[in-house]
């Protein structure tokens, strides 16, 4: 595979990974905001404003948006099944987590 096509290949799955919100997890100021969680995730799964400023890899594994006066981004990272070490993005067994966070709390 070359490198065109592994970034496809990755772009493809986190992009899976995302709309799916499986692996999802939030952070303490993204959850004390439970009234506009839905907004939250639709904005996050919705997301498509991938650029070379926010995607420089075009691998689809990070955003930046606002809602409602809120900057907040969210990021996939790659994890082995069973341990908290990396993974590679094309390997079967990569559990892909994603944070979404304000951006005030990076």
């Known amino acids: 595979m070359n490198e065109i096509d592994t ?3 990755i772009a493809k799955l ?3 990974a995302r709309r799916s919100m499986q692996g999802c997890v939030v952070s303490r ?4 905001m439970y009234m506009q969680m839905n907004e939250i995730f ?7 404003e991938f650029n070379e400023d926010n995607d420089p890899y075009g691998e689809h594994d990070f955003g930046l948006f606002e809602l409602s006066g809120t900057k907040f981004f969210w990021k996939i990272d790659y ?3 069973d341990t ?5 993005p094309l390997d079967l067994d ?7 966070m304000k951006a005030e709390e990076y």
Do not use: H, M, P
């Open 7 to 9: 970034v496809a290949a």
């Open 14 to 16: 986190n992009d899976k």
């Open 29 to 32: 100021g993204v959850s004390e």
């Open 42 to 48: 639709v904005a996050v799964r919705d997301f498509a």
């Open 79 to 81: 994890y082995q099944q």
């Open 84 to 88: 908290d070490t990396w993974c590679d």
């Open 94 to 100: 990569c559990r892909r987590v994603l944070t979404i």
